[in-house]
T-cell receptor, first 114, second 116 residues
Framework: DGGITQSPKYLFRKEGQNVTLSCEQNLNHDAMYWYRQDPGQGLRLIYYSQIVNDFQKGDIAEGYSVSREKKESFPLTVTSAQKNPTAFYLC?????????????FGPGTRLTVT | DQQVKQNSPSLSVQEGRISILNCDYTNSMFDYFLWYKKYPAEGPTFLISISSIKDKNEDGRFTVFLNKSAKHLSLHIVPSQPGDSAVYFCAASGGWGGTSYGKLTFGQGTILTVHP
């Protein structure tokens, strides 16, 4: 079955530690995205990548880093510089050729930093 | 600067009645609008979309209306069912070449509760 997988579903880290969230898709989509969701807020774009080996900052990129070495994978690293890392993180992908702008989402990773 | 706003945090309706969820936007460069549905602890799933060249798009029980002059869109669900209870997000994207092309800007979401 095609889809997007994010692992793990729940992640706990101590303050000051970097942590990497995994996102893999087998939909053959070119574009991938990372969002975070906080209570009572919509999804905010962290980083996105339209093609392998290229990515752009979204609206709240500070304290995060990404890589796009493979089409299927777009890992997100939450660094110790991120002031409020506790959130629900969502990965998405989309194709340039299908319904424009429609993004398919993974199940999310809830990160708790204490 | 919230470019996409859903001013109603929650909506409660009776099963079988109509649910109307509203969304306003400020960026006139947006030309494609989508609605997503989200259950707790899950990723959003695409529901319905509309291009700025249309004012209505229908898919089964779901209809999206777009009023470009008012920069307003709405999602109508008729008839509403208990399984529709979820958070609904509207999202917008810009056309080719614009700064918002390929990116979605989301509203804050509206929690819909459909009572049996």
């Amino acid at each position: 079955d095609g889809g997007i997988t994010q692992s793990p579903k729940y992640l706990f880290r101590k303050e000051g530690q970097n942590v990497t969230l995994s996102c893999e898709q087998n939909l053959n989509h070119d574009a991938m995205y990372w969002y975070r969701q906080d209570p009572g807020q919509g999804l905010r774009l962290i980083y996105y990548s339209q093609i392998v080996n290229d990515f752009q900052k979204g609206d709240i990129a500070e304290g995060y880093s990404v890589s796009r070495e493979k089409k299927e994978s777009f890992p997100l690293t939450v660094t110790s510089a991120q002031k409020n890392p506790t959130a629900f993180y969502l990965c998405a992908s989309s194709t340039e050729g299908g319904i424009p702008y429609e993004q398919y989402f993974g199940p999310g990773t809830r990160l708790t930093v204490t | 600067d919230q470019q996409v706003k859903q001013n109603s945090p929650s909506l409660s309706v009776q099963e079988g009645r109509i649910s109307i969820l509203n969304c306003d936007y400020t960026n006139s460069m947006f030309d494609y609008f989508l609605w997503y549905k989200k259950y707790p602890a899950e990723g959003p799933t695409f529901l319905i979309s509309i291009s700025s060249i249309k004012d209505k798009n229908e898919d089964g029980r779901f209809t999206v209306f777009l009023n470009k002059s008012a920069k307003h869109l709405s999602l109508h669900i008729v008839p509403s069912q208990p399984g529709d209870s979820a958070v609904y997000f509207c999202a917008a994207s810009g056309g080719w070449g614009g700064t918002s092309y390929g990116k979605l800007t989301f509203g804050q979401g509206t929690i819909l509760t459909v009572h049996p």
